[in-house]
């Protein structure tokens, strides 16, 4: 008595392997207690993985919601293991008309960031377990409310017609990774046209200590430590020249283009902050980390004063 075919169209046999061992895996009580027997046909240019009912150790009543929910769970763990990839892909291409492999690929890393699936850190694969748990189980019950009515599946007529709510959702992530990789070609545009502009620009002072005071607040001191005052125009003048449509992180790039030295020295005890490597970026071999200099030492000791007045 068959139970239940799994059809697949216009896919590889390793694919065909991979959703009948989690079949199998999935069904392993009843396939183990010789209730149920699994078998992959190719024929037709089709893959069909076949579940039947062996006679009379088999009782629908008793069994069948347990191999309904086993046969959706592997369908879903598969669908997102195997298929998901490729419907992203598919809408970056065909959806959002970036046909560029190089382009797809990048986009793609922002889907899995977004779905919460690139990373090696403990937060990072607890939020995969979430976010993966959540849309596994949505399409299991999908897919076993299916199962119990239709005694045959189709891949790709289930993801088409079941499952609108899943294909929105890869839409919508799709949609916020494509704004990211526009905002992030645009920040690098950018940073490639300050790298210009510092590269032709001729230094004016030999060198500047650029003082991190902590978060936003930065000091920037001349050769013999002097403060150095920017000229306010030269600053606006550089930021309209330079920015045009976007709105620059900080005012201090600015004011180190304006002030143009030959070399920059950071002192900050936050080096992995943005400006900071912002900063680095666009200025490239002219800036040096201060490892920790008697500057720092003051730094820190003002801090402290600060701190101990609070």
């Known amino acids: 008595m068959k139970l239940l075919t799994i059809v697949m169209v216009k896919r590889s046999e390793a694919q065909a392997d991979r959703l009948l061992r989690l079949v199998e895996l999935f069904g392993e009580r009843l396939h183990n207690e010789n209730k149920i027997r699994i078998v992959l046909d190719r024929r037709n240019g089709l893959q069909r993985i076949e579940v039947s009912a062996v006679m009379p150790a088999f009782q629908l009543q008793a069994d069948g919601h347990a191999l309904y929910e086993a046969a959706a769970g592997a369908v879903a763990d598969y669908l997102l293991t195997e298929e998901e990839q490729r419907l992203l892909r598919h809408m970056i291409r065909h959806e959002f008309h970036y046909k560029q492999d190089e382009e797809t690929d ?13 990373g090696d850190s403990a937060a990072v694969k607890s939020d995969k377990n979430e976010a993966y748990l959540r849309r596994k189980n949505k399409l299991t019950v999908l897919l076993t409310e299916y199962i119990e009515e239709h005694t045959e ?13 899943y294909l929105n959702e890869l839409r919508e992530v799709v949609e916020y990774a494509v704004d990211e990789f526009v905002m992030d070609r645009q920040y690098r545009e950018f940073i490639s046209l300050l790298q210009y ?7 004016k002072i030999p060198f500047v200590h650029l003082i991190h005071k902590g978060g936003n607040e930065f000091m920037l001191l001349g050769e013999h430590l002097e403060k150095i005052e920017t000229n306010d125009a030269d600053a606006v003048v550089t930021v309209e020249t330079l920015e045009k449509d976007m709105n620059f ?12 030295p030959q070399q920059i020295y950071i002192h900050t005890r936050e080096p992995d902050l943005q400006v900071i490597k912002t900063i680095r970026q666009i200025f490239e071999n002219r800036v040096e980390l201060c490892g920790y200099c008697r500057l720092c030492q003051n730094l820190d000791r003002s801090t402290a004063a600060e701190y101990n007045k609070g």
């Open 106 to 118: 990048s986009i793609l890393g922002y889907c899995s960031q977004m779905l919460g699936e690139q």
């Open 153 to 165: 599946l189709n891949l790709d007529g289930f993801l088409r017609f079941r499952a609108p709510d």
């Open 197 to 203: 502009f510092v590269y032709i620009q001729e230094a």
């Open 249 to 260: 992180e900080d005012m201090i790039v600015s004011t180190l283009i304006s002030v143009s």
